[in-house]
């Protein structure tokens, strides 16, 4: 017998709820309606629709990435922020809501003739934002150790911005030419900074989905970005640091940033900013 929209539902929720995915109707409906090509109240409206062997196919393979705690972005290749659709895959971090506050903070602090540098780019959701929202009035550069992370950030800036983003394959600020440092007024930053023992490794769960590099980071998550203030006080317009951080870190931040040269001006929600003195 051929399976509708509601036995399938039914059936996959069930399984994901027995996997202890608290989010699993959800899951699932938006796992047909994505297969399905509809929205979710699509499913609502026609229970009774019934689903070929090939869609079947599809949603059942969706279905048990899911159950193996996959998180969705990476099912669908896709991932919302500030508004925009970005592409994401398996080498570059999920955008998290909580990066919509550093942009938030950074638009309203942009002067005319800034220059932005952002640093661990990942799927580039920073720069592509900034420059989206604020286009010719500023100039933005982007940067990554992970080439693969870089890929993704040019085809969000072309699918995007319709053009290139400048990206530099780096450590930190290490191989970012001079000439493109000398004139950088903004850094932006949400490098890794979770602390290993903050994770549970025995139980199943999205974070280990996502690339090791891109989440955790030495010295209770603060490596990156204590080595990231060393480099920056030396860049001679700088003007601005705006740093994701887990807020129990920003007492320790705002401590390592004085003796660089920095003072704390506002933190809300995930976000730090930290100006030159
Ligand atoms: C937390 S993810 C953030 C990605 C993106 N900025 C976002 O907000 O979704 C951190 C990024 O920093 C990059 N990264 C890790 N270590 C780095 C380093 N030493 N220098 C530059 N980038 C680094 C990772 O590859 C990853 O893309």
Known sequence: MRETVETWLKKSVKKLKDAEIASAQLDAELILAYVLGVERTFLHANPQKKLSKTLVFHANNFLNKRIKRVPLAYIFRKKDFFGRTFFVNENVLVPRPETETLIEITQKMLQPNDVALDIGTGSGIIPVTLKAEYGEKVEVFASDISLQALAVANLNAKKLLNQKIPLFESNLLE????????KITIV???????NRDWV????????????????????????????LLFQAQDLPKLRKIVLEADPCQFEEIEKYANNCGFLKSKSENYTIVLDKK
């Open 175 to 182: 191989k970012i030419p001079s000439d493109i440092l000398s």
């Open 188 to 194: 932006t930053a949400n490098l890794p900074y979770v």
């Open 200 to 227: 549970d490794f025995e139980k199943n769960n999205e974070l280990h989905h996502e690339p090791q590099i891109a989440l955790y980071a030495r010295k209770n998550g603060l490596e990156l970005i204590f080595e």
